[in-house]
């Protein structure tokens, strides 16, 4: 079964910028609301922003006014521009469906440094 695709993530320093790109397949972003997902060492997965089919997003209060998610409908992406970034920050970027996903990508590493 085809799993999304992520990109675009590296190392950045403290208070830079980064965009993600994911490519889902294409029934999979079609269909559903998709939502960025992260997941730190030792830590539970956690959405970092979601967006509706109709463009709607939503975040939760650790990203919200730094991260802005978007979708490209004609190239089927989903993006996420990360302002701002915190050590916090760092972690396993992946994208799926919302708000419940399976089959899960491998994601992209995020590692903010000084």
């Known amino acids: 079964q085809a799993l999304p695709v992520e990109s675009g993530g590296g190392l950045v320093q403290v208070g830079g910028s980064l965009t993600l790109s994911c490519a889902p397949p294409e029934n999979l972003f079609n269909d559903n609301a998709m939502a960025w997902y992260r997941q730190a060492p030792g830590k539970q997965r956690e959405v970092v922003a979601s967006?509706?089919?109709?463009?709607?997003?939503y975040y939760p209060s650790a990203t919200k006014g730094r991260f802005t998610v978007s979708r490209d409908n004609s190239e089927k992406k989903v993006l996420l521009q990360m302002n701002s970034l915190t050590f916090d920050d760092t972690a396993v970027y992946c994208c799926?469906?919302?708000?419940?996903?399976?089959?899960w990508g491998q994601g992209t590493q995020v590692t903010v440094v000084t």
């Open positions: 799926n469906r919302w708000p419940t996903a399976t089959n």
């Open positions: 967006i509706t089919r109709t463009g709607n997003s």
